[in-house]
């Protein structure tokens, strides 16, 4: 009953029927989401854990995760890290890696343009993730999978703001998917160098159609835009003039 319950509650936070900021506590868990109080409980403490709700001391309980700006960027970097590291540790032996990436495609494919925006970015995770399990590390797949349930969030924002130009998304996820049948081709072909390089260039394209859905392709680059050779000198640059990071926060602001 706990495992159904957060997986309920988080899917209403990634779609974000549950907005950023939204006060969260038992009674509107018992309420809402019909819920017995233990499950409710045990659910609360598994998404503090996972950082999709947290304890706001001033206000007096618990609220979903906020998506400010400078928290996309965070989000964005960790991203950007995860499949760098991906490209690097990809285990091209896995016996049915190649052929798992193929049948989760088919699907993706299949529901890109239904709207559905939970299951397009649950397949996406999927799709990831899948790659993450090759590389046999259990915390390497512990950091890419809690990373990419906060990206699916952030994209179903993106995805949201995109529908207002419908043909624009299309091409969005086109791409995207265009993108996976090169990366799947790259793993049968056990080619690691441009891996690497399409899985970096693959994880820019939300910071991409974020800065477009925003009308900001003119914005200072985020630090995520720091060439390979350099791939963690950014956790300690600079952000854009402007921009705080989440520790110089003190608590996020909801969109």
Do not use: C, W
């Given at each position: 009953?706990?495992?159904?319950?957060?997986?309920?509650?988080?899917?209403?936070?990634?779609?974000?029927?549950?907005?950023?900021?939204?006060?969260?506590?038992?009674?509107?868990?018992?309420?809402?989401?019909?819920?017995?109080?233990?499950?409710?409980?045990?659910?609360?403490?598994?998404?503090?854990?996972?950082?999709?709700v947290?304890?706001?001391?001033?206000?007096?309980?618990?609220?979903?995760?906020?998506?400010?700006?400078?928290?996309?960027?965070?989000?964005?970097?960790?991203?950007?890290?995860?499949?760098?590291?991906?490209?690097?540790?990809?285990?091209?032996?896995?016996?049915?890696?190649?052929?798992?990436?193929?049948?989760?495609?088919?699907?993706?494919?299949?529901?890109?343009?239904?709207?559905?925006?939970?299951?397009?970015?649950a397949?996406?995770?999927?799709?990831?993730?899948?790659?993450?399990?090759?590389?046999?590390?259990?915390?390497?797949?512990?950091?890419?999978?809690?990373?990419?349930?906060?990206?699916?969030?952030?994209?179903?924002?993106?995805?949201?703001?995109?529908?207002?130009?419908?043909?624009?998304?299309?091409?969005?996820?086109?791409?995207?998917?265009?993108?996976?049948?090169?990366?799947?081709?790259?793993?049968?072909?056990?080619?690691r160098?441009?891996?690497?390089?399409?899985?970096?260039?693959?994880?820019?394209?939300?910071?991409?159609?974020?800065?477009?859905?925003?009308?900001?392709?003119?914005?200072?680059?985020?630090p995520?835009?720091?060439?390979?050779?350099?791939?963690?000198?950014?956790?300690?640059?600079?952000?854009?003039?402007?921009?705080?990071?989440?520790?110089?926060?003190?608590?996020?602001a909801?969109?």
């Amino acid at each position: 009953m706990t495992d159904q319950a957060v997986e309920k509650i988080r899917s209403s936070i990634i779609d974000l029927t549950l907005a950023p900021g939204t006060r969260i506590d038992e009674p509107m868990l018992l309420s809402e989401f019909a819920l017995g109080r233990t499950p409710a409980r045990e659910a609360l403490n598994r998404l503090a854990a996972e950082g999709f709700v947290s304890i706001v001391q001033n206000r007096g309980g618990m609220f979903v995760r906020g998506l400010d700006f400078p928290e996309m960027i965070d989000i964005l970097v960790a991203q950007q890290v995860a499949e760098n590291l991906l490209g690097h540790l990809l285990n091209f032996s896995d016996p049915h890696l190649a052929d798992d990436l193929t049948a989760i495609q088919t699907r993706y494919r299949n529901v890109i343009d239904s709207g559905n925006y939970l299951q397009i970015t649950a397949l996406n995770e999927a799709f990831h993730l899948r790659m993450h399990q090759s590389v046999g590390n259990s915390f390497v797949y512990s950091y890419a999978r809690s990373t990419h349930r906060h990206v699916r969030r952030l994209n179903v924002y993106i995805y949201r703001l995109e529908s207002f130009t419908p043909a624009d998304q299309r091409e969005q996820f086109a791409k995207n998917a265009g993108e996976h049948d090169r990366i799947i081709d790259l793993i049968r072909r056990r080619s690691r160098e441009p891996l690497v390089t399409l899985l970096n260039h693959h994880a820019r394209t939300a910071q991409e159609r974020l800065l477009l859905v925003l009308g900001a392709a003119t914005a200072s680059p985020f630090p995520i835009d720091t060439p390979p050779a350099e791939q963690f000198g950014f956790m300690s640059g600079e952000l854009p003039t402007g921009h705080r990071t989440s520790r110089q926060r003190s608590a996020a602001a909801p969109v």
